[in-house]
């Protein structure tokens, strides 16, 4: 159900303030853009090049594991399972 707020000036910004049940909890950017007379406020999401930025993996990570195909199981070079 649409509600009503007011809009208030913060320096030479228009502002409002959300709403408490409106708030966007866990988000600290939000994208905006006009349609219309409509503004749409959407939480920034991550995008596959964001991984870039992300810690990569140590060069041993793998060396622990454990095969997870019995060996002798089924073999993909001659074409029998």
């Given amino acids: 159900m649409p509600r009503t707020v007011s809009i208030f000036r913060n320096n030479r910004n228009q502002a409002i ?6 708030e966007f909890q866990g988000v ?3 994208t905006i853009e006009r349609q219309g007379d409509t503004i749409l406020l959407r939480p920034v999401r991550p995008d596959w090049l964001s991984l870039i930025y992300e810690p990569s993996a ?3 990570f793998l060396l622990e594991r454990a095969d997870l195909i019995e060996e002798g199981r089924f073999s993909m070079g001659d074409g029998k399972s």
């Fill in 17 to 22: 303030r959300l709403p408490r049940d409106l």
């Fill in 28 to 30: 600290t950017e939000l």
């Fill in 58 to 60: 140590d060069a041993d």
